[in-house]
């Protein structure tokens, strides 16, 4: 399949124009000894029909999409109405770039003006960014921030973060002389208020947690700000799991100076964990260190009410080495689908999936640990998932539940000590009452 | 005179109690008093309230306030800005790919595993790299992972060493990558042809030299002939090229940037492999290495054997996770696809059009746009706005006006060695009718500067919004909007 429009007259034209007879002659400038002299050893071409049975088949060979799961752990599936499909697929959203030309890109700015502005609701705070990659580089930056912010040299980890997003933030502060040092939790599920006590002894840039933490427990985010605060750090607030904020009170509100996560609740599907949304809220002194796009309202020379990108000096292009972060382009296509994906739903209708999803869970975690020998883990109250304990090893659990179609939850044991026969299981709206009654009765069966 | 409709913000439309029926009732007894005595959110004051017309309306609306690739040419200097294949776009949202979680068993997600696979395969053979990552979410990542892939690799030996050079015709995205990777960048001059200047090269090039990042062709569109000898250089030294392949859809199937000493490299997905720009992303930045490399790369890697595939994640020498899960999978099915369509001779032509469609508007626009260097163009060409300076004309006035024309103004911020910049990026999927309407678009407009510059200063006319006061809206922000009391 080619999408090429040029016709063999048109090339000839356009040889004779340039001055040359091939095309060939056009990379004069490559040294010989280099260039390709064989094809590439890439798969014959294929037309639309056969790529779409090629692709189809690759699909079909992903069997997950016929189990009834419970999977969460950082993406999450949620209803997406068919409104955010079809909007967001419009050509005019989806093949633009970076809106460098406002004047012709209003559309994209003026959505992104909304998106901030929902994200500055959501979270309780000043200012929000135009988005970030996802959740564990929104976390990332969040620690760079704290660190430019404060200038010390430490910022305190829950180990309820969830282990991937401790993993890239280790991965970015590795090289810059920053340390990450692990705050363990408590019987509970949270954050241990004695062990951060203890570590907040030395001076730290921020106290980085998650909220409905990786075990699906609501931290005290109030409680934890007031202790980050106390040693004048700053309390970094991250969530893996954004359609909780419809439901919690926003992070801002409750002490946290920076609110990030992960927006794929939101509209976007889990696509095997990618594109996803990254979302970052600050305090508005902090804005010259946010990272990222971030769009302004304006007017233009006739007075009309438009939309700009702005405070451009803290980014690459102008600062160079001395940016805020290296990121240019972000995910505006996926920070249109979550707008959508709000504005449709609305005030009541997040209150009612977000509220949905707690209820759900909570029915959820009654049937189950009816389930003889089936306990809950942790004590600390939960939005859309808990850890469950088991009395038998969970993969062999895992494997029982999968032969009767089930992917009941995701084993903790290999990423927690501590944590054997635990899963951690997560129930969203789309689970109905007869689909977690399903999982109650297999889990009985696999365990009598 | 009828007032022209303006699109109020959501937030000005709606009015308490509307709203889009979209959940069932629960079907779980209700527990009115759970989550008691937890924080617990009121009304969020402001949050929409609009039904669904008059949200497919708002978006439809201000749909129209954009320019995009399926309206005409745009001509993004390095941002290559090429159709976007519909079936691309069909195929990945099938349920079986966009309904999988990157949770799920290695076992039942074989399909994604190895779609990942392929294309770091393809990945691989086209650029003449060893192996590739494809957790990077956009360029700039790459360039980051890239980069603390050649720190890790120089600190096994030793030393992670100091600096890295970079030239002064590189994207900011390079300076600052480097940086947060903790290096100090020193910068290397560009000689007249606007290629690296060996004898700069050669007095930098130390011990204390971890890397060269170079873009090739670079920013100027002009491939660094002596890039050979570029990586002969740095390898002296006991440095890494890091190869920025934002521009590599001028090479594809033409030369590979393995066999000219690159030891590093990015690929922009979303440019060279035709993945839509979304309105600035998302986009994907796979890393590509040489061999003596491949231990460093992000964790998990995919293995395959005996047709199976699974994640590796027992690799002690990884630089570690750059991102969670497994990249921008959505982003990957599509760049995968626009491979398998075209095989080896339409991946070739990928470069041959893109190169041709270039020279073409080079050719048509000497003589009336100043360039700078006169080294042969690749896939873009850089022009300024010299000429027209003379009638107090700049590159933002023709921009501007270009709007006017129907078409999308070119790159114009970079590079920094070109004032009044106007980088130009045709790609290979235009037609000769749409380049031509650029052509004649850009003569009219030289020929408007001399005799009426005051209507490219006041330029666009046509557009929902005419010129915008950037000074002010940066001076005063308002970020979001805020409910009158």
């Given at each position: ?448 | ?185 020193k910068e290397i001059k560009s000689n007249e042809d606007g290629m690296i200047d060996l004898a700069s090269l050669e007095q930098e090039m130390t011990g204390e030299v971890a890397a060269l990042m170079v873009t090739n062709p670079n920013t100027l569109g002009v491939f660094e002939s002596d890039i050979c000898r570029v990586a002969e250089i740095v390898h002296a030294k006991g440095g890494l090229v890091y190869m920025d ?241």
């Amino acid at each position: 399949m080619s999408y090429l429009s040029l016709s063999d007259q048109d090339k000839k034209e356009m040889l004779a124009a340039v001055g040359i007879r091939s095309t060939e002659e056009l990379f004069g400038c490559v040294p010989k000894t280099v260039r390709l002299k064989k094809d590439l050893d890439l798969p014959a071409p294929l037309a639309e029909m056969d790529l779409v049975r090629a692709v189809e088949e690759m699909a079909g060979r992903n069997a997950c999409s016929h189990y009834l799961s419970f999977l969460g752990g950082g993406a999450y599936d949620h209803f997406i109405p068919a409104v955010v499909d079809s909007l967001s697929s419009r050509a005019e959203f989806v093949s633009p770039y970076t809106p460098y030309q406002p004047e012709v890109s209003q559309g994209t700015l003026q959505i992104i003006f909304e998106f901030q502005t929902l994200v500055c609701q959501l979270t309780g705070l000043d200012i929000a960014n135009d988005s970030l990659y996802e959740g564990a580089t929104g976390a990332a930056e969040a620690v760079l921030m704290a660190h430019r912010l404060t200038n010390r040299p430490k910022v305190l980890v829950a180990r309820t973060l969830h282990p991937q997003y401790r993993e890239v933030i280790r991965t970015y502060i590795k090289n810059l002389g920053v340390e990450a040092i692990d705050v363990p939790y408590g019987q509970d599920g949270r954050v241990d208020p004695a062990a951060l006590a203890a570590l907040l002894d030395d001076p730290v840039g921020g106290v980085v947690f998650q909220s409905p933490n990786y075990f699906g427990v609501i931290e005290d985010v109030k409680a934890l700000s007031e202790a980050a605060h106390g040693r004048k750090a700053l309390s970094v607030a991250v969530t893996a799991e954004a359609l909780s904020l419809g439901l919690l009170e926003a992070p801002g509100k409750l002490g946290a100076d920076i609110v990030t996560g992960e927006g794929q609740s939101f509209g976007l599907p889990l696509s095997f964990g990618g594109a996803y949304l990254g979302f970052m809220a600050c305090r508005k002194e902090y804005v010259r260190q946010l990272p990222g796009r971030i769009t302004g309202q304006t007017t233009d020379v006739e007075g009309r009410r438009g939309y700009v990108l702005t405070l451009a000096t803290r980014e690459q292009h102008i600062r160079r080495e001395k940016a805020t972060s290296n990121i240019c382009s972000n995910e505006a296509l996926c920070a249109l689908r979550a707008t959508i994906f709000l504005e449709s739903l609305g005030k009541d209708g997040l209150r009612q999936m977000a509220w949905q999803n707690a209820q759900k869970a909570a029915y959820a975690l009654d049937v189950l640990t009816a389930v003889p020998g089936v306990r809950r883990k942790f004590a600390g109250p939960v939005f859309n998932e808990f850890v469950l304990e088991f009395p038998k090893p969970w993969t062999k659990l895992d494997a029982a539940l999968r032969d009767k179609g089930i992917l009941g939850g995701l084993g903790l044991e290999g990423a927690f000590d501590g944590l054997k026969n635990c899963a951690l299981v997560s129930v969203t709206e789309l689970k109905r009452k007869e689909d977690i009654d399903r999982l109650a009765r297999t889990l009985k069966e696999a365990l009598s | 005179m009828i007032k022209e409709i303006r699109e109020p913000l959501i937030f000005e439309l709606g009015a308490p109690g509307k709203k889009a029926d979209i959940l069932p009732a629960l079907d779980v007894p209700e527990k009115k008093d759970l989550l008691r005595g937890v924080a617990l959110r009121g009304d969020i004051d402001g949050f929409p309230e609009v039904s669904e017309p008059e949200v497919a309306r708002h978006f439809t609306r201000l749909s129209q306030k954009n320019y995009c690739v399926d309206l005409g040419l745009y001509p993004l200097g390095s941002c290559t800005m090429k159709y976007n294949p519909k079936v691309n776009e069909r195929l990945s949202g099938l349920p079986g790919l966009a309904g999988s979680h990157p949770n799920a068993p290695e076992e039942l997600v074989q399909g994604n595993l190895e779609i990942l696979r392929r294309l770091e395969t393809s990945l691989c053979e086209i650029a003449g790299m060893d192996a590739f990552t494809l957790q990077p979410a956009a360029g700039a990542h790459g360039e980051l992972t890239g980069m603390m892939i050649i720190r890790a690799a120089l600190a096994d030996r030793g030393d992670p060493r100091k600096y890295v050079l970079i030239p002064d015709s590189a994207h900011g995205t390079n300076p600052s990558s480097a940086h947060i990777c903790g290096y100090a960048v020193k910068e290397i001059k560009s000689n007249e042809d606007g290629m690296i200047d060996l004898a700069s090269l050669e007095q930098e090039m130390t011990g204390e030299v971890a890397a060269l990042m170079v873009t090739n062709p670079n920013t100027l569109g002009v491939f660094e002939s002596d890039i050979c000898r570029v990586a002969e250089i740095v390898h002296a030294k006991g440095g890494l090229v890091y190869m920025d392949g934002a521009n590599m859809n001028a090479l594809t199937g033409i030369v590979r940037p393995g066999d000219m000493g690159v030891d590093v490299m990015h690929i922009n997905l979303h440019k060279t492999f035709s993945t839509p720009h979304g309105g600035g992303g998302p986009g994907s930045g796979p890393v590509g290495v040489k061999k003596a490399l491949a231990a460093y790369l992000p964790a998990p890697v995919v293995v395959e054997n005996g047709g199976r595939f699974a994640l590796d994640h027992d690799r002690p020498k990884s630089i570690g996770r750059v991102r969670s899960f497994n990249g921008n999978f959505s982003i990957i099915i599509r760049a995968l696809c626009y491979i398998m369509s075209l095989g080896p001779k339409g991946v070739r032509e990928i470069a041959e059009y893109a190169v041709l469609n270039a020279n073409y508007i080079r050719k048509r626009l000497e003589g009336v746009y100043h360039l700078k260097y006169g080294a042969a163009s690749m896939h873009e060409c850089v022009f300024s706005d010299k000429f027209q300076k003379d009638f107090g004309v700049t590159n933002l006035d023709i921009a501007k006006r270009l709007i006017d024309y129907g078409v999308h103004p070119p790159t114009m911020s970079f590079p920094l060695i070109v004032h009044g910049a106007l980088m130009i990026e045709p790609t290979e999927t235009e037609s000769k009718r749409d380049l031509d309407h650029f052509v004649e678009a850009m003569l009219t407009i030289a020929r408007e500067a001399k005799e009426n510059p005051d209507l490219l200063k006041s330029a666009p006319h046509v557009t929902y919004v005419r010129r915008l006061d950037e000074v002010a809206a940066a001076k005063t922000p308002i970020l979001k909007w805020e409910k009158k009391n």
